[in-house]
């Protein structure tokens, strides 16, 4: 069998079982991390204690189950009023209020339907000038912020490749900022993959010429 042959088979099996490997893993890594909600309960009612042996993505129930019984008891009255008591008690704790304030307005802002971070794809140039990456635009400036400036800012979010779990949170200047098209989920992609996987091209109207920053 000749070179170039194997090298289109070596590539085409890479092609199968990259993508799927990858998937794998981190569904694994998912249902792991769920998993460990289980210890959560008391030892005589683990699964492994009830049937002898571990059930592997059991925690995924678990926790699927926890989370729908848990909003189905603070979207009444009384269920509002514990968790207001709950967190009047978090806020009393120096450090667990700040952390726990900031997770809670992160959640909120992310699964609130009428929430505007995280939903536009926008370009900024950096690391410097005439060099670009994409962001996420995660809210508007702060007043404070304005009045040194001069300037209307917004803030942005720019992840790194291939974690965009970790990344930048810049204030840029809302005249800097171009607006994309793009989905979240498409600039996601892009992120993920390292800019390998686009967005389909599509033909787009250029803004007016007055409002393309000099």
Excluded: C
């Excluded at 995660?138 to 404070?144: L, Y």
């Amino acid at each position: 069998m000749k070179v170039p042959a194997l090298r289109r088979y070596l590539a085409a099996g890479l092609l199968i079982w990259v993508p799927l490997g990858v998937t794998i893993l981190i569904i694994k890594f998912l249902v792991d991390v769920m998993d460990q909600t289980l210890l959560l309960l008391p030892v005589a009612v683990r699964p492994e204690t009830l049937l002898g042996h571990r059930i592997p993505g059991l925690g995924v129930v678990f926790t699927i189950v926890v989370v729908l019984v848990s909003g189905m008891i603070v979207t009444n009255l009384f269920g509002r009023q514990l968790l207001l008591w709950g967190e009047q008690l978090l806020n009393r704790i120096p450090l667990v209020r700040t952390i726990y304030t900031s997770a809670k307005k992160i959640t909120e802002t992310i699964f609130s339907g009428s929430g505007k971070s995280f939903r536009k794809v926008v370009m900024v140039e950096y690391p410097r000038r005439e060099m670009w990456t994409l962001a996420f635009m995660t809210g508007d400036g702060i007043g404070e912020v304005e009045a040194h400036t001069g300037e209307s800012m917004v803030h942005v979010f720019i992840p790194t490749t291939p974690n965009p779990t970790s990344g930048f949170v810049l204030m840029v200047p809302r005249k800097d900022v171009i607006e994309l098209s793009m989905s979240t989920d498409d600039g996601l992609r892009m992120i993920l993959s390292a800019g390998v996987v686009s967005p389909e091209n599509k033909k787009i109207a250029l803004p007016d010429a007055e409002t393309i920053r000099p």
